[in-house]
């Protein structure tokens, strides 16, 4: 299998995996806790959680036949151009949840812990499956526009290695969140988010990248120089290890100033998330 096919399905694996096991976390804690009241109350509470996670999953199926109906009437600049448009969301999106990441790291699911037995004890089971809906839609439609943005970054992609990906993605989530919910040491809450953490920012990098390179090809913007170095006689970024680190953040043998201009940028943003926070200062 050629560096392209495994990026991709490291890529995918990665992306399926964590939003994944995030869907699986929201769930479980409304399972958990709608589950304390009784064995009536339980099963319907169940029914309708259920209910929720199936409109969530529909709701995320919808918009990727909808975003593959728009790329399929599309062609030349304007598939480019939308393109470009996904990726660089995809990019955003994965900044920003980072920066969630980081306010929550310290923070704890009380808030959906008490909105899920307040709706199991006055009865309000349509207002349940709509916290279930709404947790499994969102990180449904963050997975496709993921996806979409990263397929359509790289030069071609097969359906069997998307299909197996994915598979893969969701198998390690589901092994995840047992160990999670069994304890596990190695799958401690601190540990899971820094792995997804440092995994988005290095996706989200080679997104920006692809971003920017597909602006060029598209004249919108110019790479302000030539080649400012050449490296590609250490490590090439059209074949192997290279081409891997290429596709999975950005790396580039030969940049110019644009690019490299738009990498850091992208790097220091980033960055901010692992500030330490302001303090204000006491009044005088």
Same mark, same amino acid.
């Given at each position: *299998?050629?560096?392209?096919?495994?990026?991709?399905?490291?890529?995918?694996?990665?992306?399926?995996?964590?939003?994944?096991?995030?869907?699986?976390?929201?769930?479980?804690?409304?399972?958990?806790?709608?589950?304390?009241?009784? $064995?009536?109350?339980?099963?319907?509470?169940?029914?309708?959680?259920?209910?929720?996670?199936?409109?969530?999953? %529909?709701?995320?199926?919808?918009?990727?036949?909808?975003?593959?109906?728009?790329?399929?009437?599309?062609?030349?600049?304007?598939?480019?151009?939308?393109?470009?448009?996904?990726?660089?969301?995809?990019? &955003?999106?994965?900044?920003? @949840? &980072?920066?969630? *990441?980081?306010? @929550?790291?310290?923070?704890?699911?009380?808030?959906?812990?008490?909105?899920?037995?307040?709706?199991?004890?006055?009865?309000?089971?349509?207002?349940?499956?709509?916290?279930?809906?709404?947790?499994?839609?969102?990180?449904?439609?963050?997975?496709?526009?993921?996806?979409?943005?990263?397929?359509? !970054?790289?030069?071609?992609?097969?359906?069997?290695? &998307?299909?197996?990906?994915? !598979?893969?993605?969701?198998?390690?989530?589901?092994?995840?969140?047992?160990?999670?919910?069994?304890?596990?040491? *190695?799958?401690?809450?601190?540990?899971?988010?820094?792995?997804?953490?440092?995994?988005?920012?290095?996706?989200?990098?080679?997104?920006? *990248?692809? &971003?920017?390179?597909?602006?060029?090809?598209?004249?919108?913007?110019?790479?302000?120089?030539? $080649?400012?170095?050449?490296?590609?006689?250490?490590?090439?970024?059209?074949?192997?290890?290279?081409?891997?680190?290429?596709?999975?953040?950005?790396?580039?043998?030969?940049?110019?100033?644009?690019?490299? %201009?738009?990498?850091? !940028?992208?790097?220091?943003?980033?960055?901010?998330?692992?500030?330490? $926070?302001?303090?204000?200062?006491?009044? !005088?």
């Amino acid at each position: *299998m050629s560096a392209n096919l495994y990026l991709q399905s490291f890529e995918i694996a990665s992306v399926v995996w964590r939003e994944t096991f995030e869907a699986l976390l929201v769930v479980g804690i409304l399972l958990t806790w709608s589950l304390r009241e009784g $064995p009536s109350a339980q099963r319907t509470a169940v029914g309708w959680i259920a209910a929720g996670v199936a409109s969530g999953i %529909l709701f995320a199926a919808a918009l990727a036949l909808i975003m593959s109906r728009a790329s399929a009437l599309l062609d030349g600049d304007a598939e480019e151009i939308l393109q470009m448009i996904m990726a660089s969301l995809a990019s &955003v999106l994965m900044l920003r @949840m &980072v920066f969630w *990441m980081r306010r @929550m790291e310290q923070g704890n699911s009380g808030g959906l812990r008490n909105e899920a037995l307040g709706h199991v004890r006055a009865g309000n089971w349509l207002g349940l499956a709509c916290l279930a809906a709404l947790a499994v839609a969102r990180e449904g439609a963050e997975t496709v526009i993921f996806l979409y943005g990263m397929l359509s !970054a790289s030069e071609g992609w097969q359906t069997g290695i &998307v299909v197996v990906s994915g !598979a893969v993605g969701l198998v390690l989530a589901v092994g995840t969140f047992w160990a999670f919910r069994t304890g596990a040491a *190695m799958a401690s809450k601190k540990v899971l988010s820094r792995i997804s953490q440092a995994l988005l920012i290095i996706l989200g990098s080679g997104l920006a *990248m692809t &971003v920017i390179d597909k602006s060029i090809s598209l004249g919108i913007m110019t790479p302000l120089t030539a $080649p400012l170095w050449d490296l590609s006689w250490l490590l090439d970024d059209g074949r192997g290890a290279g081409a891997f680190l290429a596709g999975l953040a950005g790396y580039r043998a030969r940049p110019e100033l644009l690019p490299l %201009l738009g990498i850091g !940028a992208y790097w220091l943003t980033a960055s901010l998330a692992y500030m330490p $926070p302001l303090r204000e200062k006491a009044p !005088a």
